[in-house]
């Protein structure tokens, strides 16, 4: 059952690129932003469960089909090319990861990627 309308995905990849962008290269924890991106890289098993995620999210309505497309296209649609597609933003990679990590049932603290806030953590 899809709770909210619109597309989520989207919508979480711009509040992302605003905490990015505020962080003026450097994060949080110290590190820059740079090397947070450099080790988000994308295996093929990495491809191959996500698009499965997303396909299967879609067909028992977790995700509208405009997020499953949304997620598909970020990852580079049926091909995988040895990582993310050239030029994907870190907000992206960060939503998308994020978003698989909640539909396998991995619940890191904080607000999930539509704003509520989670119960519990695995």
Known sequence: M????????????ERYEV?????????????KVSDVEAGMALTFDDFFQYQQLQALAHATGKLTPDEAQTIYLALGG?????DWPVGTRLAVKLVVT????????I????????????????
């Open 19 to 31: 905490r990015i962008k505020a962080l003026n290269g450097v994060g949080l924890d110290g590190r």
């Open 78 to 82: 049926e091909g995988f090319h040895g």
């Open 2 to 13: 899809v709770i909210a309308t619109g597309n989520r995905v989207e919508a979480a990849i």
């Open 98 to 105: 994020q978003l698989m990590g909640e539909l396998l049932g």
């Open 107 to 122: 619940r890191p603290p904080g607000p999930s990627l539509h704003g509520t806030p989670r119960r519990y953590a695995r």
